[in-house]
């Protein structure tokens, strides 16, 4: 099965400096990457999402970049703001093609991301 | 309606109890998943139901019980629980072939 590994698991950084949050994933078939947000008691919280047929996606101070060579993703938050202080999970599924069906999400084990004002 | 609605938000049960956990969208949604998660862990597959039917059980003790009455609920009956099973237990559907999944908003238990 499915094997992702995320690096760091605790992250601490200044108001309106970025964070990094990295992932890496075993399976070559796996073709959709998506990362959530995670607020103490609260459900997890899709933020951005890619797909294997695209090197990055960009939705405001949240990007995403792949490299299916490398079997490698992260996340990028730039202008970081105490209210992105959360835990982070990235998770890898095959979205499309066999196997895709069950649609089962391998996560990674979490990043904790702080904010500090 | 874009949302997964699950009840109750929270749950206090003995160890002796029955209880079930309810969880249902109307998305047309044809996979249907229960996760444990316990905190600051990523969430665990338990079960995953495609087209209302058992497709994924991983290991999950007997003391849990899925239920998918129809495409559009999914039940997850508990008995004789134990206090380490106490967490948050989510919901999630997607359609099947996309992958986008949409979660709800969980049910705390806690066994005592």
């Known amino acids: 099965g499915e094997n992702v590994e995320q690096h760091p698991s605790t992250l601490s950084v200044q108001e309106g400096d970025s964070a990094v949050i990295k992932c890496t994933y075993s399976?070559?078939?796996?073709?959709?990457f998506p990362w959530y947000k995670q607020e103490l008691g609260k459900r997890p919280q899709l933020i951005i999402d890619?797909?294997?047929?695209?090197g990055e996606k960009k939705d405001q101070r949240i990007a995403v970049t792949l490299n299916k060579t490398a079997k490698h993703f992260s996340l990028h938050i730039t202008e970081t703001q105490p209210e992105d202080s959360a835990v982070y999970f990235c998770?890898?599924?095959?979205?499309?093609?066999?196997?895709?069906?069950?649609?089962?999400?391998?996560f990674g084990r979490g990043t904790q991301l702080t904010v500090w004002p | 309606d874009t949302e997964v609605t699950q009840t109750p938000k929270h749950l206090v049960m003995g160890m002796t109890n029955k209880k079930s956990l309810k969880c249902e969208q109307h998305?047309?949604?044809?996979?249907m998943y229960w996760y444990k998660q316990k905190a600051k862990k990523p969430p665990e597959l338990m079960f995953v139901y495609s087209y209302e039917k058992l497709s994924i059980n991983e290991s999950v003790p007997s003391r849990f019980s899925p239920e998918c009455p129809n495409s559009s609920l999914l039940n997850l009956h508990l008995h004789a629980l134990q206090p380490e099973d106490s967490a948050l237990y989510l919901c999630a559907s997607r359609h099947t072939g996309e992958g986008s999944y949409t979660f709800g908003s969980g049910t705390r238990l806690t066994v005592v």
């Open positions: 399976d070559s078939a796996s073709n959709y």
């Open positions: 890619i797909r294997s047929n695209v």
């Open positions: 998770a890898a599924s095959k979205a499309r093609g066999r196997g895709s069906t069950l649609g089962r999400l391998y």
């Open positions: 998305m047309g949604h044809r996979a």
